[in-house]
């Protein structure tokens, strides 16, 4: 395994476009995390998955994102209609289990720029 | 909610000197990680400690975590100019998701 994987790298869209992320977490692990970087600002968390469930949705998590995972395996984010404040690094990670301690593995990120 | 606040935000030296950047908390967590991000990458974990008063070496880097478990500390001796990058104190809230503190961004002069 090669840790987490995230696709594409970087992402160059029109405003209004809508946009599909990819990301396959290290195999045995049940928890995968989206986060948002903004430049020069530490990760915002947007949500996570425990296997399939989207257990916590951050309130930046607008009604124009989604986010799926749906076989408990990889997991897609979606913006809709984006705009120019989507500009951002998006990070996915994923964790073993539930347990205090558990640490969380992340990906290179992908960096979307919305023109 | 659980705020992290980490200090100095920015920090510029040259190579060869020794240097401490803080993370502390508004209250209790259960674990808190270290990590380091560099430009165009993502984080990569450097250590986790869990006990309150924990002292962890990764070579020249020195991780400690305070008794009350509300604060922690990174040392760094003799810095190198690859150890140039953005250092992120990370708490796990309890099983929840994972809080970041808004980062050091730490600049080593060759």
New interface residues.
Partial sequence: DTGVSQNPRHKITKRGQNVTFRCDPISEHNRLYWYRQTLGQGPEFLTYFQNEAQLEKSRLLSDRFSAERPKGSFSTLEIQRTEQGDSAMYLCASSPGTASGTEAFFGQGTRLTVV | TQLLEQSPQFLSIQEGENLTVYCNSSSVF??L?W?RQEP??????LV?V?TGGEVKKLKRLTFQFGDARKDSSLHITAAQTGDTG?Y?C?I?N??????????T?LSVLP
Wanted: proline letters at 7%; charged letters at 10%.
């Fill in positions: 259960s674990s990680q990590y165009g990458e993502g984080p990569v974990l986790t869990v953005l992120l990370v796990d309890y099983g929840q998701n994972f809080v970041f503190g808004p980062g961004r």
